[in-house]
C-alpha cells in the first residue's frame, strides 16, 4: 500500500462504502440494541478484501459506535456515516504517514501511554492511527507481529499484545472520528472531493497492473451512488414520472371499452409485478453469498425485522429500478392502456418490501386500512406468507401473492433450481436452512425425552 494511502483514507473509504451498502432507518431492536445493523456489517467485511485482516473487528466496532451515536442523536444513520467519512478525509489531508515515521515514533508512544498524538511540524499532527497503518494495514500477519514485538519491547511487558493496538484505536476513533455538524458545505465538499482524488490515484495506478480489481472498484462505487439519494427524493422522482404517464396516457380514453380495457391491463401488470417478486424471491432465497443476499435471506430467521423496514427504507431499496422503468415508460410513448397500468403497475413495485414486511407485523399493530388491503388480497395476506417461512416451499409471491397459486402448480422453484444444478451451480440454501431446522427439533426432541426420562 502507498505510504500515502494511510489508514484514515482507508477508514474514510470504509465509512463511505458501508453508507452505500446499508439501508436508511435501520432501527434499533426492542432491546435497544444494533442487532441488524452490526449483522450487516458483519458481512460487508466479510465480503470486502480491503477491509479484511486484523483492523476488521475495530472497523467493526468502530461502525457501529457511529452507528448508535447516530441513532441517539436522531441522526439519519447513512448520512451520519458519511459526514464521518468526510470528518476521516479531513484528518487524512492533515496527517500523512509514512513506514519511517511509524518506525521512528512508535517506541515513544509506548513510553508514553498517554500520549497518541505527535507534533510533526508546527501546523500537522499525527496519531497513532496513521503510525499503526504504515506496518498493519496491508492485512499483512508478519508486519502486524512485527508491530507488536516492537510495542513489547519499548514497553518492557511480555504481556502487552494486540489488544494494547486494539485500544489505542478504539480511543481515537471515539474521541477523534465524531463527525462535525458544525461544517460547512464548502469544507465538506472540499473534503469529499479530495478522498474522491486520493481514489482516483489509487485506481489510476491500478489500471495497469491489476486491471480487473480496478474495475471492480469503479463498478463499486457506481453501486453506491442510488443509495447515497434520499429516499423523500426517489419518492417524489417516482410520483411526478408516475403521474405524467397516467396523464399521458388520459388522452385516449374515450369511452367505457377504453376504461374496461385499462382496468384489465392494470391488472395484468399486477399480477406480472407478483410473478417478477416470486422469481426474485426464489433465486435471493437459495443463492448468493454476498451481504446484500445474505441480508435478505436472514429474513427467514429474523422474521420480525421485515416488519420494522420503513417506507424510507423500502423506496431505498426499489427506486433504482423503479424509476429508470418509469422514465422508459413515459419517454416511449406506449398505449393508452400500458401508459396507465403500467404506471401503477410501477408505483405498486416501489412499495414491494413494504407489502411483504406489512405481511410480518402482528394483527394489532397494523393500520385498519392495511388489513382490509390484506383481506382483500390487494396486498400479500398473512396466511401465504407465513406458511412460505414454515416450509421454505412455494408461495414467494410477496406483493400481492396473486401468482402464488400458478407458479407453485408449475414448480417454478423446482425447474429453477434443476436448471442451476445442471448449469454446475451450487444446492439452493433452503435445503442448508431446511437441515438445520431438522437438526434443532431432533435436538429439542432428544432433550425432552431426556427430561422426561
Known sequence: MPAEASLSRMLASFYWQLAGRIWQDIPLDENGKPTEFTRYTEYFLQKTPR???????????MAVATYVEAVHRGREPRAYLRMTSRRISALARRCKSTHGMANEKISSWMLDRHSIRWKIDKDSECSLLQLVEALAMDNNRSLVNYLLNTIIEANGHPDTGEE???????????????????????????????AVGDVLKIWAGRLLKQPRIAFLDVTRELKILPRMVPAPVFLMASIVL???????????????DEVVLTAVVTVALLYAVDVLSYIVHVERDGWGDGAEAKAFQDHHDFPDEAGRWTVGRSISSTA???????????????????????????????????????????????????????????????????????????????????????MNAIGY????????????GDSPIWERQLAARADEHNKMTELAVQEHS
Not at 250 to 255: I, P, S, T, Y
Request: hydrophobic share 45%.
Open 320 to 406: 433504482p429500478v423503479v424509476i429508470p422503468l418509469l422514465l422508459v415508460l413515459l419517454v416511449s410513448k406506449p398505449h393508452f392502456s400500458v401508459a396507465i397500468g403500467g404506471a401503477v403497475a410501477l408505483m405498486g413495485l416501489l412499495f414491494l418490501t413494504q407489502t411483504h414486511g406489512r405481511a410480518h407485523v402482528a394483527d394489532q399493530d397494523l393500520a385498519a386500512w392495511i388489513k382490509i388491503l390484506q383481506k382483500y388480497h390487494v396486498i400479500l395476506p398473512k396466511a401465504p406468507h407465513e406458511h412460505h417461512h414454515d416450509t421454505l416451499k412455494g408461495s414467494y409471491g410477496v406483493f400481492n401473492g396473486w401468482s402464488n397459486r400458478l
Open 51 to 61: 477491509f479484511q485482516g486484523p483492523i476488521s473487528p475495530i472497523l467493526k466496532e
Open 242 to 256: 408516475a403521474l405524467l404517464s397516467v396523464i399521458q396516457g388520459l388522452d385516449g380514453l374515450n369511452g367505457l
Open 164 to 194: 494494547a493496538v486494539l485500544s489505542a484505536l478504539r480511543e481515537f476513533g471515539d474521541i477523534h472520528l465524531r463527525p462535525n455538524p458544525g461544517a460547512g458545505l464548502v469544507e465538506r465538499l472540499a473534503d469529499r472531493l479530495e
Open 413 to 424: 422453484r423446482e425447474f429453477y433450481t434443476s436448471i442451476r444444478m445442471k448449469c454446475g
